[in-house]
Protein backbone atom coordinates (compact mmCIF):
# COMPACT_ATOMS: atom_id res chain seq x y z
CA UNK A 1 0.00 0.00 0.00
CA UNK A 2 0.93 3.35 -1.46
CA UNK A 3 2.28 5.08 2.08
CA UNK A 4 0.48 8.64 1.06
CA UNK A 5 -2.79 6.40 1.43
CA UNK A 6 -2.34 6.93 4.94
CA UNK A 7 -3.78 10.37 5.39
CA UNK A 8 -7.10 11.68 4.92
CA UNK A 9 -6.75 13.22 2.06
CA UNK A 10 -7.03 9.48 0.33
CA UNK A 11 -9.61 6.51 1.16
CA UNK A 12 -8.21 4.91 4.57
CA UNK A 13 -7.19 1.25 3.56
CA UNK A 14 -5.98 -1.83 5.36
CA UNK A 15 -2.67 -1.32 7.04
CA UNK A 16 -0.31 -4.04 7.10
CA UNK A 17 2.35 -4.76 9.25
CA UNK A 18 5.23 -3.80 6.65
CA UNK A 19 3.44 -1.18 5.65
CA UNK A 20 3.72 0.44 9.39
CA UNK A 21 6.95 -0.38 9.63
CA UNK A 22 8.36 0.73 6.33
CA UNK A 23 6.56 4.16 7.61
CA UNK A 24 8.40 4.21 10.85
CA UNK A 25 11.21 4.16 9.36
CA UNK A 26 10.40 7.14 6.75
CA UNK A 27 8.33 9.29 9.75
CA UNK A 28 9.61 8.38 13.47
CA UNK A 29 11.95 11.05 14.76
CA UNK A 30 14.26 8.44 16.56
CA UNK A 31 14.76 7.08 12.77
CA UNK A 32 15.07 10.34 11.49
CA UNK A 33 17.36 11.59 14.10
CA UNK A 34 19.61 8.73 13.51
CA UNK A 35 20.11 9.53 9.66
CA UNK A 36 20.91 12.92 10.83
CA UNK A 37 23.77 11.48 13.01
CA UNK A 38 25.17 9.66 9.74
CA UNK A 39 24.68 12.24 7.90
CA UNK A 40 26.41 14.68 10.19
CA UNK A 41 29.24 11.53 10.81
CA UNK A 42 30.82 12.61 7.40
CA UNK A 43 31.30 16.64 8.22
CA UNK A 44 32.74 15.36 11.41
CA UNK A 45 35.27 13.05 9.59
CA UNK A 46 35.72 15.85 6.92
CA UNK A 47 36.89 18.29 9.98
CA UNK A 48 39.42 15.92 10.94
CA UNK A 49 41.27 15.13 7.88
CA UNK A 50 41.07 18.85 7.61
CA UNK A 51 43.80 19.27 10.47
CA UNK A 52 46.00 17.61 7.92
CA UNK A 53 46.13 19.72 4.95
CA UNK A 54 47.41 23.32 5.19
CA UNK A 55 45.60 26.33 5.93
CA UNK A 56 46.36 29.53 3.98
CA UNK A 57 44.93 33.23 4.98
CA UNK A 58 45.56 36.41 3.66
CA UNK A 59 46.12 39.93 5.85
CA UNK A 60 45.78 43.45 5.55
CA UNK A 61 46.28 46.36 7.55
CA UNK A 62 46.53 50.05 7.42
CA UNK A 63 48.04 52.06 10.39
CA UNK A 64 47.69 55.72 11.20
CA UNK A 65 50.44 57.30 13.73
CA UNK A 66 49.48 60.75 14.79
CA UNK A 67 51.95 60.67 16.57
CA UNK A 68 54.94 58.92 16.53
CA UNK A 69 57.40 57.30 18.88
CA UNK A 70 60.38 59.34 19.30
CA UNK A 71 63.66 58.31 20.81
CA UNK A 72 66.78 59.60 21.67
CA UNK A 73 70.25 60.27 20.08
CA UNK A 74 73.05 60.70 22.21
CA UNK A 75 74.84 63.66 22.39
CA UNK A 76 78.21 62.26 20.48
CA UNK A 77 76.25 61.24 17.77
CA UNK A 78 74.02 64.09 17.18
CA UNK A 79 74.94 66.76 15.13
CA UNK A 80 74.14 69.10 17.87
CA UNK A 81 76.42 67.87 20.22
CA UNK A 82 73.71 67.48 22.69
CA UNK A 83 70.86 64.24 23.06
CA UNK A 84 68.41 65.09 20.92
CA UNK A 85 64.46 63.38 20.69
CA UNK A 86 63.98 62.06 16.72
CA UNK A 87 61.12 60.44 15.75
CA UNK A 88 61.46 57.26 14.03
CA UNK A 89 59.43 55.73 11.52
CA UNK A 90 56.07 57.30 9.18
CA UNK A 91 52.58 58.05 10.18
CA UNK A 92 51.52 55.24 7.85
CA UNK A 93 51.80 51.91 7.14
CA UNK A 94 49.79 49.53 4.82
CA UNK A 95 50.31 46.08 4.27
CA UNK A 96 48.79 43.06 2.68
CA UNK A 97 49.84 39.52 2.48
CA UNK A 98 49.35 35.75 2.67
CA UNK A 99 50.41 33.36 4.81
CA UNK A 100 50.90 29.40 5.08
CA UNK A 101 50.69 26.72 7.85
CA UNK A 102 50.98 22.54 7.77
CA UNK A 103 51.92 20.18 10.23
CA UNK A 104 54.38 17.86 8.97
CA UNK A 105 54.20 15.39 11.82
CA UNK A 106 51.54 15.74 14.83
CA UNK A 107 50.73 12.25 16.30
CA UNK A 108 46.84 13.21 17.17
CA UNK A 109 46.28 14.50 14.29
CA UNK A 110 47.60 10.86 12.32
CA UNK A 111 45.59 9.04 15.31
CA UNK A 112 42.53 11.29 14.51
CA UNK A 113 42.64 9.90 10.42
CA UNK A 114 43.10 6.17 11.54
CA UNK A 115 40.12 7.16 13.53
CA UNK A 116 37.63 8.32 10.47
CA UNK A 117 36.86 4.98 9.19
CA UNK A 118 35.79 3.51 12.41
CA UNK A 119 33.58 6.82 13.35
CA UNK A 120 31.77 6.47 10.40
CA UNK A 121 30.85 2.75 10.84
CA UNK A 122 29.82 3.56 14.72
CA UNK A 123 26.87 6.09 13.52
CA UNK A 124 25.93 3.44 10.54
CA UNK A 125 25.79 1.00 13.57
CA UNK A 126 23.81 3.60 15.81
CA UNK A 127 21.27 3.72 12.97
CA UNK A 128 20.81 0.41 12.91
CA UNK A 129 20.27 0.07 16.22
CA UNK A 130 17.98 2.98 16.32
CA UNK A 131 16.19 1.41 13.56
CA UNK A 132 15.41 -2.09 15.05
CA UNK A 133 14.05 -0.46 18.27
CA UNK A 134 11.89 1.48 16.35
CA UNK A 135 10.81 -1.62 14.42
CA UNK A 136 10.10 -3.45 17.72
CA UNK A 137 8.14 -0.73 19.14
CA UNK A 138 6.31 -0.66 16.02
CA UNK A 139 5.46 -4.41 15.61
CA UNK A 140 4.45 -4.65 18.89
CA UNK A 141 2.11 -1.99 18.93
CA UNK A 142 0.82 -2.96 15.58
CA UNK A 143 -0.13 -6.27 17.53
CA UNK A 144 -1.78 -4.92 20.88
CA UNK A 145 -4.29 -2.79 18.62
CA UNK A 146 -4.89 -6.03 16.64
CA UNK A 147 -5.68 -7.95 19.92
CA UNK A 148 -7.66 -4.79 21.22
CA UNK A 149 -9.62 -5.14 17.78
CA UNK A 150 -10.46 -8.94 18.13
CA UNK A 151 -11.85 -8.19 22.40
CA UNK A 152 -13.98 -6.09 20.24
CA UNK A 153 -14.79 -8.21 17.96
CA UNK A 154 -16.07 -10.65 20.20
CA UNK A 155 -18.23 -8.33 22.54
CA UNK A 156 -19.71 -7.29 18.85
CA UNK A 157 -20.31 -11.11 18.26
CA UNK A 158 -22.20 -11.74 21.76
CA UNK A 159 -24.02 -8.04 21.31
CA UNK A 160 -25.32 -9.45 18.25
CA UNK A 161 -26.69 -13.06 20.11
CA UNK A 162 -27.55 -11.35 22.81
CA UNK A 163 -30.04 -8.90 20.85
CA UNK A 164 -31.39 -11.82 19.16
CA UNK A 165 -32.00 -13.89 22.42
CA UNK A 166 -33.24 -10.30 23.78
CA UNK A 167 -36.31 -10.21 21.07
CA UNK A 168 -36.81 -14.26 21.38
CA UNK A 169 -37.59 -13.84 25.35
CA UNK A 170 -39.55 -10.62 24.43
CA UNK A 171 -41.99 -12.57 22.07
CA UNK A 172 -41.96 -15.57 24.58
CA UNK A 173 -42.62 -12.87 27.54
CA UNK A 174 -45.87 -11.21 25.33
CA UNK A 175 -47.11 -14.49 25.10
CA UNK A 176 -46.55 -15.57 28.23
CA UNK A 177 -44.41 -18.51 27.87
CA UNK A 178 -41.92 -16.62 29.66
CA UNK A 179 -41.00 -14.36 33.04
CA UNK A 180 -40.59 -11.00 33.16
CA UNK A 181 -37.24 -11.58 35.31
CA UNK A 182 -35.73 -13.30 32.01
CA UNK A 183 -36.59 -10.78 29.61
CA UNK A 184 -35.17 -7.97 32.67
CA UNK A 185 -32.22 -10.72 32.91
CA UNK A 186 -30.98 -10.41 29.37
CA UNK A 187 -31.83 -6.10 29.05
CA UNK A 188 -29.42 -6.16 31.69
CA UNK A 189 -26.62 -8.37 29.85
CA UNK A 190 -27.17 -6.66 26.74
CA UNK A 191 -26.22 -2.85 28.74
CA UNK A 192 -23.59 -4.23 29.97
CA UNK A 193 -21.97 -5.78 26.99
CA UNK A 194 -22.87 -2.31 25.17
CA UNK A 195 -20.55 -0.74 28.14
CA UNK A 196 -17.91 -3.11 27.61
CA UNK A 197 -18.23 -2.87 24.15
CA UNK A 198 -17.53 1.63 24.66
CA UNK A 199 -14.59 0.43 26.94
CA UNK A 200 -12.85 -1.93 24.79
CA UNK A 201 -13.51 0.82 21.84
CA UNK A 202 -11.66 3.53 24.07
CA UNK A 203 -8.63 1.53 24.58
CA UNK A 204 -8.35 0.82 21.04
CA UNK A 205 -8.25 4.62 20.40
CA UNK A 206 -5.44 4.65 23.03
CA UNK A 207 -3.42 1.62 20.82
CA UNK A 208 -4.11 3.12 18.26
CA UNK A 209 -2.46 6.58 19.03
CA UNK A 210 0.29 4.95 20.21
CA UNK A 211 1.44 3.22 17.29
CA UNK A 212 0.72 6.15 15.10
CA UNK A 213 3.11 7.86 17.89
CA UNK A 214 5.71 5.40 16.72
CA UNK A 215 5.23 5.44 13.09
CA UNK A 216 5.83 8.76 13.21
CA UNK A 217 1.94 9.19 11.50
CA UNK A 218 -0.36 12.62 11.99
CA UNK A 219 -2.62 11.76 15.02
CA UNK A 220 -5.71 12.60 13.57
CA UNK A 221 -4.69 9.90 10.75
CA UNK A 222 -7.46 7.01 10.09
CA UNK A 223 -5.85 3.58 9.76
CA UNK A 224 -8.00 0.48 8.97
CA UNK A 225 -6.04 -3.34 10.13
CA UNK A 226 -7.39 -6.45 9.31
CA UNK A 227 -7.70 -9.14 11.86
CA UNK A 228 -6.60 -11.51 9.62
CA UNK A 229 -2.94 -10.35 10.52
CA UNK A 230 -3.47 -11.80 14.11
CA UNK A 231 -5.76 -14.87 13.45
CA UNK A 232 -3.83 -16.23 10.54
CA UNK A 233 -1.04 -17.94 12.62
CA UNK A 234 0.76 -20.98 12.59
CA UNK A 235 3.25 -21.44 15.62
CA UNK A 236 6.23 -22.70 15.87
CA UNK A 237 8.77 -23.60 18.56
CA UNK A 238 11.76 -23.10 19.16
CA UNK A 239 14.61 -26.49 19.76
CA UNK A 240 16.64 -25.96 22.77
CA UNK A 241 19.83 -26.64 20.94
CA UNK A 242 19.07 -23.24 19.24
CA UNK A 243 22.00 -20.40 20.89
CA UNK A 244 22.02 -16.78 20.12
CA UNK A 245 24.04 -14.97 17.72
CA UNK A 246 25.12 -12.68 19.77
CA UNK A 247 27.56 -11.13 16.92
CA UNK A 248 25.09 -10.03 14.92
CA UNK A 249 23.41 -7.96 17.45
CA UNK A 250 23.64 -3.92 16.92
CA UNK A 251 23.98 -3.33 20.64
CA UNK A 252 26.86 -5.47 20.51
CA UNK A 253 28.29 -4.79 17.35
CA UNK A 254 27.79 -0.69 18.42
CA UNK A 255 29.81 -1.35 22.09
CA UNK A 256 32.57 -3.09 20.23
CA UNK A 257 33.01 0.25 17.77
CA UNK A 258 32.74 1.92 20.43
CA UNK A 259 35.62 0.34 22.34
CA UNK A 260 37.73 0.90 18.79
CA UNK A 261 36.62 4.51 19.03
CA UNK A 262 37.94 4.75 22.46
CA UNK A 263 41.38 3.00 21.93
CA UNK A 264 41.69 5.48 19.30
CA UNK A 265 41.01 8.09 22.17
CA UNK A 266 43.45 7.03 23.80
CA UNK A 267 46.12 7.04 21.37
CA UNK A 268 45.17 10.86 21.02
CA UNK A 269 45.53 11.75 24.21
CA UNK A 270 49.29 9.57 24.52
CA UNK A 271 50.20 12.06 21.36
CA UNK A 272 50.62 14.46 23.68
CA UNK A 273 54.13 13.12 24.91
CA UNK A 274 55.05 13.19 20.88
CA UNK A 275 57.13 16.12 19.32
CA UNK A 276 54.88 18.42 16.89
CA UNK A 277 56.78 19.96 13.71
CA UNK A 278 54.78 22.52 11.57
CA UNK A 279 55.97 24.31 8.53
CA UNK A 280 55.18 27.95 8.50
CA UNK A 281 55.53 30.75 5.18
CA UNK A 282 54.49 34.05 5.47
CA UNK A 283 54.56 36.77 2.23
CA UNK A 284 53.41 40.52 2.34
CA UNK A 285 54.04 43.67 0.56
CA UNK A 286 54.54 46.58 2.90
CA UNK A 287 54.93 50.45 2.40
CA UNK A 288 55.91 53.44 4.48
CA UNK A 289 54.70 57.01 4.08
CA UNK A 290 54.18 60.37 5.85
CA UNK A 291 51.07 60.72 3.13
CA UNK A 292 47.97 58.62 2.46
CA UNK A 293 49.96 55.48 1.32
CA UNK A 294 47.68 55.00 -1.98
CA UNK A 295 49.81 58.20 -3.57
CA UNK A 296 52.53 58.27 -5.19
CA UNK A 297 56.00 57.50 -4.05
CA UNK A 298 58.37 60.42 -3.41
CA UNK A 299 61.34 61.06 -0.86
CA UNK A 300 59.47 60.75 2.14
CA UNK A 301 57.02 58.35 0.42
CA UNK A 302 58.86 54.96 -0.27
CA UNK A 303 56.80 52.51 -2.37
CA UNK A 304 55.40 49.33 -1.71
CA UNK A 305 58.16 46.29 -1.26
CA UNK A 306 57.89 43.00 -0.08
CA UNK A 307 58.72 40.39 2.69
CA UNK A 308 58.72 36.95 3.11
CA UNK A 309 59.89 34.50 5.52
CA UNK A 310 59.40 30.42 5.53
CA UNK A 311 60.58 28.17 9.13
CA UNK A 312 59.82 25.21 11.05
CA UNK A 313 58.19 25.23 14.53
CA UNK A 314 59.59 22.33 16.47
CA UNK A 315 57.46 21.40 20.11
CA UNK A 316 58.93 18.99 22.31
CA UNK A 317 56.83 18.38 25.73
CA UNK A 318 59.10 17.86 28.20
CA UNK A 319 57.27 18.55 31.69
CA UNK A 320 53.52 19.16 31.90
CA UNK A 321 52.98 18.44 36.16
CA UNK A 322 51.66 15.47 35.31
CA UNK A 323 48.44 16.35 33.73
CA UNK A 324 48.93 13.94 30.27
CA UNK A 325 49.93 11.23 32.53
CA UNK A 326 46.44 11.55 34.35
CA UNK A 327 44.25 11.59 30.97
CA UNK A 328 46.04 8.72 29.65
CA UNK A 329 45.20 6.85 32.79
CA UNK A 330 41.52 8.10 32.44
CA UNK A 331 41.29 7.12 28.82
CA UNK A 332 42.62 4.26 29.59
CA UNK A 333 40.20 3.43 32.67
CA UNK A 334 37.24 4.81 30.08
CA UNK A 335 38.52 1.60 28.09
CA UNK A 336 38.37 -0.78 30.60
CA UNK A 337 34.46 0.47 31.81
CA UNK A 338 33.53 -0.54 28.50
CA UNK A 339 34.89 -3.80 28.16
CA UNK A 340 32.52 -4.48 31.50
CA UNK A 341 29.88 -3.13 29.35
CA UNK A 342 30.54 -5.26 26.43
CA UNK A 343 30.64 -8.39 28.96
CA UNK A 344 27.42 -7.39 30.81
CA UNK A 345 26.04 -6.81 27.46
CA UNK A 346 26.82 -10.51 26.25
CA UNK A 347 25.53 -11.65 28.80
CA UNK A 348 22.30 -9.79 29.07
CA UNK A 349 21.88 -10.82 25.32
CA UNK A 350 22.01 -14.49 25.83
CA UNK A 351 19.48 -14.40 28.39
CA UNK A 352 17.19 -12.22 25.98
CA UNK A 353 17.37 -15.36 23.96
CA UNK A 354 16.86 -18.27 26.57
CA UNK A 355 14.08 -16.07 27.79
CA UNK A 356 12.28 -15.25 24.08
CA UNK A 357 12.79 -18.97 23.63
CA UNK A 358 11.00 -20.41 26.85
CA UNK A 359 8.59 -17.36 26.24
CA UNK A 360 7.72 -18.71 22.89
CA UNK A 361 7.42 -22.48 23.91
CA UNK A 362 5.63 -21.26 26.53
CA UNK A 363 3.23 -19.13 24.49
CA UNK A 364 2.57 -22.27 21.76
CA UNK A 365 1.38 -24.14 25.04
CA UNK A 366 -1.08 -21.66 26.31
CA UNK A 367 -1.97 -21.34 22.35
CA UNK A 368 -2.74 -24.69 21.71
CA UNK A 369 -4.96 -25.14 25.55
CA UNK A 370 -6.69 -21.71 24.92
CA UNK A 371 -7.36 -23.05 21.25
CA UNK A 372 -8.87 -26.33 22.41
CA UNK A 373 -11.17 -24.31 25.49
CA UNK A 374 -12.58 -22.50 22.83
CA UNK A 375 -14.04 -25.19 20.90
CA UNK A 376 -14.73 -26.77 24.01
CA UNK A 377 -16.46 -23.59 25.37
CA UNK A 378 -18.31 -23.48 21.76
CA UNK A 379 -19.45 -27.17 21.97
CA UNK A 380 -21.34 -26.33 25.19
CA UNK A 381 -22.35 -22.92 24.30
CA UNK A 382 -24.27 -24.40 21.36
CA UNK A 383 -25.61 -27.41 23.01
CA UNK A 384 -26.43 -25.15 25.90
CA UNK A 385 -28.20 -22.95 23.80
CA UNK A 386 -30.44 -25.98 21.76
CA UNK A 387 -31.71 -27.20 25.15
CA UNK A 388 -32.73 -23.99 26.40
CA UNK A 389 -34.80 -23.53 22.94
CA UNK A 390 -36.68 -27.10 23.93
CA UNK A 391 -37.60 -25.75 27.26
CA UNK A 392 -34.14 -28.17 28.92
CA UNK A 393 -32.01 -25.44 30.40
CA UNK A 394 -32.49 -22.08 32.05
CA UNK A 395 -31.59 -18.86 31.08
CA UNK A 396 -28.87 -18.86 33.70
CA UNK A 397 -27.55 -21.67 32.25
CA UNK A 398 -27.45 -20.30 28.84
CA UNK A 399 -25.61 -16.74 29.94
CA UNK A 400 -23.49 -18.77 32.44
CA UNK A 401 -22.62 -20.77 28.83
CA UNK A 402 -22.13 -17.52 26.83
CA UNK A 403 -19.50 -15.69 29.35
CA UNK A 404 -17.72 -18.89 29.50
CA UNK A 405 -17.01 -18.82 25.49
CA UNK A 406 -16.77 -15.06 25.53
CA UNK A 407 -13.89 -15.56 28.78
CA UNK A 408 -12.62 -18.23 26.39
CA UNK A 409 -12.32 -16.31 23.01
CA UNK A 410 -10.50 -13.34 25.13
CA UNK A 411 -8.36 -15.92 26.44
CA UNK A 412 -7.26 -17.40 23.50
CA UNK A 413 -6.82 -13.55 21.97
CA UNK A 414 -4.71 -12.97 24.64
CA UNK A 415 -2.69 -16.21 24.20
CA UNK A 416 -2.43 -15.07 20.21
CA UNK A 417 -0.29 -11.53 21.46
CA UNK A 418 1.48 -13.32 23.85
CA UNK A 419 2.71 -15.65 21.32
CA UNK A 420 3.51 -12.84 18.78
CA UNK A 421 4.96 -11.18 21.07
CA UNK A 422 7.24 -13.80 21.90
CA UNK A 423 8.12 -14.09 18.59
CA UNK A 424 9.22 -10.47 17.70
CA UNK A 425 11.36 -11.11 20.81
CA UNK A 426 12.96 -14.08 19.43
CA UNK A 427 13.73 -12.55 16.05
CA UNK A 428 14.95 -9.39 18.18
CA UNK A 429 17.58 -11.46 20.16
CA UNK A 430 18.48 -13.32 16.70
CA UNK A 431 19.08 -10.28 15.41
CA UNK A 432 16.81 -10.14 12.54
CA UNK A 433 14.59 -8.06 13.67
CA UNK A 434 14.35 -6.48 9.70
CA UNK A 435 12.62 -9.68 8.44
CA UNK A 436 9.80 -8.21 9.67
CA UNK A 437 10.22 -5.87 6.93
CA UNK A 438 9.92 -8.83 4.20
Request: cysteine-free; aromatic content about 8%; glycine content about 4%.
Amino acid sequence: MPLLLLYHTVPAQDLSLKDALQYALQHYTAARKAKLEVENSAYKIQETRAAALPEVSASGGLTYNPLLQLSAIPAELSPTGSATLIAFGQKWNSNAGVSLSQKLFDQSVFTGLKATKATREYYLLAQQQTEEQVLEQVATAYYQVLAQRQKVAVVDSNIRTTTEMQRIIKGQYESGLAKRIDADRVAVNLNNLNSQRRQLLSEVSLKENQLKFYMGLPIQTPIIISQDALVHIVPRAIADGDSAVVTQRSDYLVLLKQAELLKFQKQATEAAYYPSLSLAGNYSYQRLSNSFPFGKSGPSSPGWFDVASVGLNLKVPIFSGGGKKAKVRQADIDVRKLQEDITDVKQSLNLAYENARSQINNSILTLNTQEANVQLAQAVFNDTQNNYNQGLATLTDLLDARNDLTEAQNNYTGALLDYKLAEIQMIKSKGQIKSLLN
